[in-house]
T-cell receptor, first 108, second 113 residues
Framework: QKEVEQDPGPLSVPEGAIVSLNCTYS??????FMWYRQYSRKGPELLMY????GNKEDGRFTAQVDKSSKYISLFIRDSQPSDSATYLCAMWGNRLAFGKGNQVVVIP | DAGVIQSPRHEVTEMGQEVTLRCKPI?????LFWYRQTMMRGLELLIY????????DSGMPEDRFSAKMPNASFSTLKIQPSEPRDSAVYFC???????????FGPGTRLTVT
């Protein structure tokens, strides 16, 4: 079993829809949980960061962590075409472990 | 802060040549990571350093790859000799162990012909 599982399937949604992404993990040592956004031909950009179970909001973005289920989610409300990118979950124990990433396309 | 700095941004070289990629991490960060990204394999961790010491190089594909971190503000990834299958985008990233927040550089796009 991989440390971090993220179903890498692409996701196309109409503008204004809610985007829901998720990852599961197996390593209980992970302490910090992150979501990265990567635009085409750019480096991954730290989008959301949290270290405890529960929800964290930042504008249209909500990161959710459930440590008991080893499950994290990212929600994007009122999605915009500018949100079209690849989203990667990442978790820190003593190094950063990444999911495979989801390519999200928001259609105007 | 300028963020993680990588050079060169693009590198085109011929098979068999030596390639050196450079990275300057964010000041104060004690972890440095080298990643490789391809369409087929996604983001792969090659090696990481803690306080300039290599901790895990199990991701380095083979002996043609080597990495050094002579001080807290500089690291290199060297490929000698390069092969076409090494063509990828190589990212350097740095973080503080106290938070795990990891920041990536813009990457070096390597093409080996």
């Amino acid at each position: 079993q991989k440390e971090v599982e993220q179903d890498p399937g692409p996701l196309s949604v109409p503008e204004g829809a809610i985007v829901s992404l998720n990852c599961t993990y197996s390593n209980s040592a992970f302490q910090y949980f992150m979501w990265y956004r990567q635009y085409s031909r750019k480096g991954p950009e730290l989008l959301m960061y949290t270290y405890s179970s529960g929800n964290k909001e930042d504008g249209r973005f909500t990161a959710q962590v459930d440590k008991s289920s080893k499950y994290i989610s990212l929600f994007i409300r009122d999605s915009q075409p500018s949100d079209s990118a690849t989203y990667l979950c990442a978790m820190w124990g003593n190094r950063l472990a990444f999911g495979k990433g989801n390519q999200v396309v928001v259609i105007p | 802060d300028a963020g993680v700095i990588q050079s060169p941004r693009h590198e085109v070289t011929e098979m068999g040549q030596e390639v050196t990629l450079r990275c300057k991490p964010i000041s104060g960060h004690d972890y440095l990571f080298w990643y490789r990204q391809t369409m087929m394999r996604g983001l792969e961790l090659l090696i990481y350093f803690n306080n300039n010491v290599p901790i895990d190089d199990s991701g380095m594909p083979e002996d043609r790859f080597s990495a050094k971190m002579p001080n807290a503000s500089f690291s290199t990834l060297k490929i000698q000799p390069s092969e076409p299958r090494d063509s990828a985008v190589y990212f350097c990233a740095s973080s503080q162990s106290t938070s795990g927040r990891t920041y990536f550089g813009p990457g070096t796009r390597l093409t080996v012909t």
